[in-house]
């Protein structure tokens, strides 16, 4: 379940910046402004994820990335095409991207070492990549909107299941 759990959050983490390319690619801009947003926003995000991310409980940031993703949606149904949205966007990607900083720095030993923790949730992240891009293809932006919340939740209950619950003491959800 430990693994199981690792490939989840893998798959979340591409679903979600595959979901703002897509998003920011038909209601902002597809040319290189949209690309770099999502890219500096994520790694801006993943830097203090790494700094910050062991203050707080996963779920917290399972929950602040869900968040800023559908706020993102809800702000370009209103303010499609409008470029003045495009730096509040980025900062919607850094909330997400705090995530993936924090997952790293809670659970660098998790799978006994750093560089099999990456490995793995690098797999599950291509994957991310691959449901990401067909979901937009053939279920369009509402499958976007619903996937992560599915994602985060699956990412909660592999938590809990492997043992590894809000109430516990463990890696997974260590808070300090």
Not at 111 to 125: D, V
Request: with cysteine; proline share 2%.
């Amino acid at each position: 379940m430990t693994l199981l759990y690792v490939i989840v959050n893998g798959i979340f983490f591409a679903v979600l910046q595959s979901g703002y390319f897509f998003a920011l690619g038909t209601r902002m801009t597809s040319a290189y402004p949209g690309f770099l947003t999502v890219t500096l926003g994520w790694l801006i995000g993943s830097a203090l994820g790494l700094q910050i991310g062991h203050k707080v409980k996963s779920s917290f940031w399972v929950g602040l990335s869900l968040a800023a993703y559908l706020a993102t949606f809800w702000g370009l149904t209103f303010l499609a095409y409008d470029s003045r949205f495009l730096p509040l966007s980025g900062a919607m990607v850094a909330f997400s991207g705090l995530y993936a900083g924090a997952f790293f720095r809670v659970n660098r030993s998790l799978l006994g070492t750093a560089s099999r923790l990456f490995f793995w949730e690098n797999n599950g992240f291509i994957a991310g990549w691959v449901i990401g891009f067909a979901g937009f293809v053939w279920g369009g932006i509402p499958l976007l909107l619903w996937l992560p919340g599915l994602l985060g939740a699956g990412i909660l209950a592999c938590g809990y299941l492997s043992g590894q619950g809000e109430g516990k003491e463990d890696r997974l959800f260590k808070t300090t």
